[in-house]
């Protein structure tokens, strides 16, 4: 699986960003994709993950209420939807996708790229 993250960007507190992930070379609606994040000095941390079909989604406790992951499996694309940011929130966001369900980066094959995400105070 390929995954190419997009959307990052500057924002400034209280703001919203759409970060997107598309999937390729695996039928993106049999696999599980989720969101994490690395800010400078700190280690990677779990975000939100969403089952294949959508039916079943996760967040970490610092997005809970913010954050939305939604996936469209017809155009192999995922998303996370970020609003009131914080500047906490600032780091680079990655997309990861495998076959189950977890919060743990390890339990993901897949990565892409990461996109950076600066939330100015």
């Known amino acids: 699986v390929q995954l190419q993250a997009s959307g990052g960007g500057l924002v400034q507190a209280g703001g919203s960003l759409r970060l997107s992930c598309a999937a390729s070379?695996?039928?993106?609606?049999?696999?599980?994709m989720g969101w994490f994040r690395q800010a400078q000095g700190k280690e990677r941390e779990f975000v939100a993950t969403i089952s294949w079909s959508g039916g079943s989604t996760y967040y970490a406790d610092s997005g809970k209420g913010r954050f939305t992951i939604s996936r469209d499996n017809a155009k192999n694309t995922g998303y996370l939807q970020m609003n009131s940011l914080k500047p906490e929130d600032t780091a680079v966001y990655y997309c990861a996708a495998d076959e189950y369900v977890s919060t743990s980066g390890v339990k993901y094959r897949y990565w892409g790229q990461g996109t950076l995400v600066t939330v100015s105070s």
């Open positions: 070379g695996r039928t993106f609606s049999n696999i599980v």
